[in-house]
C-alpha cells in the first residue's frame, strides 16, 4: 500500500516515512526541498533499507500538483507535512506563509477529490490553543485567536479540511503536535534547521558544539515554578509512529467520524530551564545561556491531556526528555562529522 508524503525529507516527515516502511508500507515522497536536503533520502534507505520514490517539486503549483496525482493511481493515503513552519518569519511575511501552506492544502485535497484517495492525515500544531484557559489542554478546548500568520494557516488549513469533508467522502485525521525534539536512534536523520535556529532543541546544540556562542533563554519572569515557560517536548519518534497508526486507523475503516483531532504530547511539561538541565545532565556539558527578554508571541505554559490519543488510537509518546536530549546531542554530533564541521567543542 502506497502513502504519499509531503514534506518527506524534512524533520518529522523522515522520521515518519522510515516508521511506515518498517510497518510495511511503500511511500512516495514529494518535497521541493526548501527546508531540507536531498541527501536524507540515503539516509532514509540506510535506515530502512528501502530508498523512498522521490518527486522534487512544489505542491503549491497546480498544474505539477494534478499532474502528479494523474501518474501515481495506487496512492491509499496521504501525509501532509510539507509546509513553512517559523512563527517570527511568519508575520514578517504572511503572504508567503498563506500562499505556500493554504494553496498546497488545496491541491492536494483537490487530487484526493479527483483521484478518490478518501484518507488525510494533516500535520497540525498545539498553536491552534493559544495560551488554553485549562491545562493539561484536551482537544475539546476552545481554538483562541491564532499568535501568528503560521498558526493561522495551520487553523484556516483544519476548517479548509472539514468544510471539504462535508461535501465529499474524504476522511481526515489532524494530529496537533506540542514540541516535537530529538532524533533518530541512529543518529542519522534528525533536524537541520535552516540557518540560525528559531527552537530551542537545536539552538542548544548549536551552541553546546561550538556553533554559536551562547542560547539566550527568552524570560524567566513567566508565572512557573522557575520563571522560563514551559512547553510539552515530544520525542519526534513517537511523533512519527503515531502518524501510522492514523494511517491504520484510516485505512482499516476504524475512525469513529469523517474527521478526527488528536493531541500528539506526553502530558509532561518542562521549563526551559528543565530542558537545559536534562541536556547538561545526560551529556556533561556546560551549556552557556544567559536570560534575556521575553520572546513576543510566547506563551507561558501549555501541555498536552494525551487521554483521547492514548484510548481511541493507542498511542502513546514512550521517550524520556533525557533520551531527546541524548538523541538530538547524538545527531548533532554525526552531522558535524558528516560534514567536517570543525567545532570547539565545550
Ligand atoms: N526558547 C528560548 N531560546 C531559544 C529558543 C526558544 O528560550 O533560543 C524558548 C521559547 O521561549 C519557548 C521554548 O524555548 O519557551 C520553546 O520554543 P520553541 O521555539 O522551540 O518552540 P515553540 O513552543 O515556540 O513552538
Not at 510539507?82 to 488545496?106: D, I, T
Not at 561550538?210 to 533563554?217: A, P, T
Not at 475512525?255 to 521549563?271: A, D, H, P, Q, R
Amino acid at each position: 500500500m502506497k502513502i504519499l508524503v509531503t514534506g518527506g525529507t524534512g524533520f518529522i516527515g523522515s522520521h515518519t516515512v522510515v516508521e511506515l516502511q518498517k510497518e510495511g508500507f511503500d511511500v512516495v515522497i514529494v518535497d521541493n526541498l526548501s527546508n531540507s536536503q536531498k541527501w536524507i533520502l540515503d539516509a532514509v534507505a540506510d535506515i530502512s533499507g528501502v530508498k523512498p520514490e522521490f518527486e522534487q517539486f512544489d505542491l503549491a503549483d497546480q498544474k505539477l500538483t494534478a499532474d502528479f496525482f494523474s501518474r501515481h493511481n495506487d496512492i491509499v493515503g496521504i501525509i501532509h507535512f510539507a509546509a513553512y513552519k517559523a512563527v517570527g518569519e511568519s508575520v514578517a511575511k504572511p503572504l508567503l506563509y498563506y500562499r505556500n501552506n493554504l494553496v498546497s492544502l488545496l491541491n492536494i485535497l483537490e487530487g484526493m477529490m479527483v483521484h478518490n484517495i478518501p484518507n488525510l492525515v494533516f500535520s497540525s500544531s498545539c498553536t491552534v490553543y493559544g495560551q488554553p484557559d485549562e491545562l493539561p489542554v484536551s482537544e475539546k478546548a476552545p481554538i483562541k485567536k491564532a499568535e501568528s500568520p503560521y498558526g493561522n494557516t495551520k487553523q484556516i488549513s483544519e476548517e479548509i479540511i472539514a468544510d471539504t469533508l462535508a461535501s465529499s467522502n474524504l476522511k481526515a485525521i489532524a494530529l496537533r503536535y506540542f514540541n516535537p525534539i530529538g532524533a533518530h536512534e541512529s543518529a542519522k536523520i534528525g533536524e537541520l534547521p535552516l540557518g540560525v535556529p528559531n527552537n530551542l532543541v537545536p539552538y542548544i546544540t548549536q551552541t553546546a558544539i561550538g556553533i554559536r556562542q551562547e542560547l539566550s533563554v527568552f524570560g524567566n519572569d513567566y508565572n512557573t515554578h522557575d520563571g522560563t515557560p514551559i512547553r510539552d517536548y515530544i520525542h519526534v519518534v513517537d511523533l512519527a509512529k503515531a502518524h501510522v497508526i492514523a494511517v491504520k486507523r484510516m485505512i482499516e475503516k476504524q475512525m469513529k467520524n469523517n474527521f478526527e483531532v488528536f493531541n500528539l504530547g506526553t502530558g509532561i511539561g518542562y521549563s526551559v530551564l528543565d530542558v537545559i538541565n536534562s541536556f547538561e545532565k545526560v551529556t556533561g556539558i556546560k551549556l552557556p545561556y544567559k536570560i534575556v527578554d521575553r520572546r513576543a508571541g510566547d506563551v507561558e505554559k501549555v501541555w498536552a491531556n494525551p487521554a483521547w490519543s492514548n484510548t481511541e488510537l493507542g498511542w502513546k509518546a514512550e521517550r524520556s526528555l533525557d533520551e531527546m536530549m541524548d538523541s538530538a546531542w547524538k545527531w548533532e554530533n554525526y552531522y558535524a562529522k558528516k560534514n567536517n564541521i570543525t567545532t570547539k567543542k565545550r
